[in-house]
């Protein structure tokens, strides 16, 4: 079967009336106990309620739902993609073509150039492709992208509106942003996502665009991508296409990283009636991903919290000489928020000239910036993350 990224998913008989009965039969009480939940634990800790509905429909959907369940209900990568451009670039030529006599707004400017722009990776394992925002032709610098979801989810609009607001217009016309379309969950396990990952940063670096033109990152899964591949270009795996950067890259981004399988720590105990992810979600979505003989040996990939502390230090020490800024952001309200800090903590304990900047927020659970992409709010999460890539590459 193809990747769910690429071509609809199709589900059996028995998978539809499955689906059928949580979305007429679980959702209606669930939901209303989750939306209960988020919003009273909001309020006694003094946190925004904005967006904790949206949190409360996808605890719900992460929680019950199958990965082929969720492939199903939404449209794939490639397919939002276009369906995006489209949807943006028209309106905003329609825009422009109708204010002649005043200054265009960058952001219409921006939209109307839009154009869709699939680059295949044929080094990659599985089809695997970089979808372009922006003109790559014209770009200076470019951001990486990897989308969370679990590795079960497609990407979502609020993806594309996040890289929009974030990257496109951090300096209109010098920044492209590249997707990669990776596998989802089942049909690909780790490392194949790690596979693709390097074959993308690969043929980006191979193009002619310097290390620290760069910047890549994700959310949540993606986040937990960009660690395996800060990890390939420190110690490169012995199954993907090795990398070697002859200056540092420009910097990395992780938002609410997922970099453990664990789930006992104080935040998920503390943090998982008010967040997106629970402990059955997190258990779920690790026997997905993981294969079972998975070796000691590889967990520093994949989920490098879970090595011992003296092995974590040893792992990321020199992350400075592959990498010169990190930006990890996670919500005071998630259960990722332990993981979160202690992976800056090593990053920063062991690579004196690494910068290293930690936000945590109070009003915020997981992944936030998403949520704001998925309303097109150009909130705070979205104004920092941009502020940070001003700040690596010298924007005014």
Same mark, same amino acid.
């Given at each position: 079967?193809? *990747?769910?990224?690429?071509k609809?998913? !199709?589900?059996?008989?028995?998978? %539809?009336?499955?689906?059928?009965?949580?979305?007429?039969?679980?959702?209606? *009480?669930?939901?209303?106990?989750? #939306?209960?939940?988020?919003?009273?634990?909001?309020?006694?800790?003094?946190?925004?309620?904005?967006?904790?509905?949206?949190?409360?429909?996808?605890?719900?959907?992460?929680?019950?739902?199958? *990965?082929?369940?969720?492939?199903?209900?939404?449209?794939?990568?490639?397919?939002?993609?276009?369906?995006?451009?489209?949807?943006?670039?028209? /309106?905003?030529?329609k825009?422009?073509? !109708?204010?002649? #006599?005043?200054t265009?707004?960058?952001?219409?400017?921006?939209?109307?150039?839009?154009?869709?722009?699939?680059?295949?990776?044929?080094?990659?394992?599985?089809?695997?492709?970089?979808?372009?925002? &922006?003109?790559?032709? +014209?770009?200076? +610098?470019?951001?990486?992208?990897?989308?969370?979801?679990?590795?079960?989810?497609? =990407?979502?609009?609020?993806?594309?509106?996040?890289?929009?607001?974030?990257?496109?217009?951090?300096?209109?016309?010098?920044v492209?942003?590249?997707?990669?379309?990776? !596998?989802?969950?089942?049909?690909g396990?780790y490392?194949?996502?790690?596979?693709?990952?390097?074959?993308?940063?690969?043929?980006?670096?191979?193009?002619?665009? %310097? /290390?620290? #033109?760069?910047?890549?990152?994700?959310?949540?899964?993606?986040?937990?991508?960009?660690?395996?591949?800060?990890?390939?270009?420190?110690? *490169?795996?012995?199954?993907?296409?090795?990398?070697?950067?002859?200056?540092?890259?420009?910097?990395?981004?992780?938002?609410?990283?997922?970099?453990?399988?664990?789930?006992?720590?104080a935040?998920?105990?503390?943090?998982?009636?008010?967040? =997106?992810?629970?402990?059955?979600?997190?258990?779920?979505?690790? &026997?997905?991903?993981?294969?079972?003989?998975?070796?000691?040996?590889?967990?520093?990939?994949?989920?490098?919290?879970?090595?011992?502390?003296?092995?974590?230090?040893?792992?990321?020490?020199?992350?400075?000489?592959?990498?010169? +800024?990190?930006?990890?952001?996670?919500?005071?309200?998630?259960?990722?928020?332990?993981?979160?800090?202690?992976?800056?903590?090593?990053?920063?304990?062991?690579?004196?000239?690494?910068?290293?900047?930690?936000?945590?927020?109070?009003?915020?659970?997981?992944?936030?910036?998403?949520?704001?992409?998925?309303?097109?709010?150009?909130?705070?999460? !979205?104004?920092?993350?941009?502020a940070?890539?001003? &700040?690596?590459? &010298?924007?005014?």
């Open positions: 079967m193809a *990747p769910a990224s690429s609809p998913i !199709t589900l059996s008989l028995l998978g %539809k009336l499955s689906l059928l009965f949580k979305l007429l039969v679980i959702a209606p *009480p669930q939901l209303l106990l989750n #939306n209960l939940r988020c919003h009273t634990l909001a309020l006694a800790r003094g946190a925004s309620l904005k967006y904790y509905t949206l949190c409360a429909f996808n605890k719900f959907a992460l929680r019950h739902l199958t *990965p082929l369940q969720l492939q199903y209900m939404l449209p794939p990568t490639v397919a939002l993609y276009k369906s995006w451009i489209r949807r943006q670039s028209l /309106p905003a030529i825009r422009l073509s !109708t204010t002649s #006599n005043t265009p707004s960058p952001s219409d400017l921006v939209l109307s150039d839009l154009k869709v722009d699939i680059e295949p990776l044929p080094s990659a394992p599985q089809p695997s492709s970089l979808l372009w925002l &922006g003109d790559r032709t +014209k770009a200076t +610098k470019v951001v990486l992208f990897f989308h969370g979801g679990g590795y079960a989810v497609p =990407m979502l609009p609020g993806h594309f509106h996040w890289c929009f607001q974030s990257y496109l217009l951090s300096s209109p016309g010098e492209a942003v590249a997707i990669l379309q990776y !596998t989802l969950v089942p049909h396990q490392p194949t996502q790690l596979k693709q990952a390097a074959a993308g940063l690969a043929h980006i670096l191979s193009s002619g665009v %310097k /290390p620290e #033109n760069i910047i890549f990152g994700g959310d949540s899964a993606g986040g937990n991508l960009t660690c395996s591949l800060l990890s390939h270009l420190l110690h *490169p795996h012995p199954e993907a296409i090795p990398i070697s950067v002859a200056q540092p890259i420009g910097g990395a981004f992780l938002v609410s990283p997922w970099v453990s399988a664990r789930t006992e720590s935040s998920f105990r503390r943090n998982g009636g008010i967040d =997106m992810l629970s402990s059955r979600t997190i258990n779920s979505a690790c &026997g997905h991903l993981l294969p079972r003989d998975l070796k000691d040996e590889q967990r520093g990939w994949v989920i490098p919290v879970d090595l011992p502390q003296e092995e974590q230090e040893g792992w990321f020490r020199g992350l400075d000489r592959v990498v010169k +800024k990190v930006y990890i952001t996670a919500g005071e309200q998630e259960v990722f928020l332990d993981q979160s800090i202690q992976l800056a903590e090593v990053f920063k304990k062991v690579n004196e000239k690494l910068e290293v900047r930690v936000e945590i927020v109070k009003s915020e659970a997981h992944d936030w910036i998403l949520l704001e992409g998925e309303r097109k709010d150009d909130g705070d999460a !979205t104004r920092r993350m941009r940070w890539v001003k &700040g690596v590459w &010298g924007f005014k």
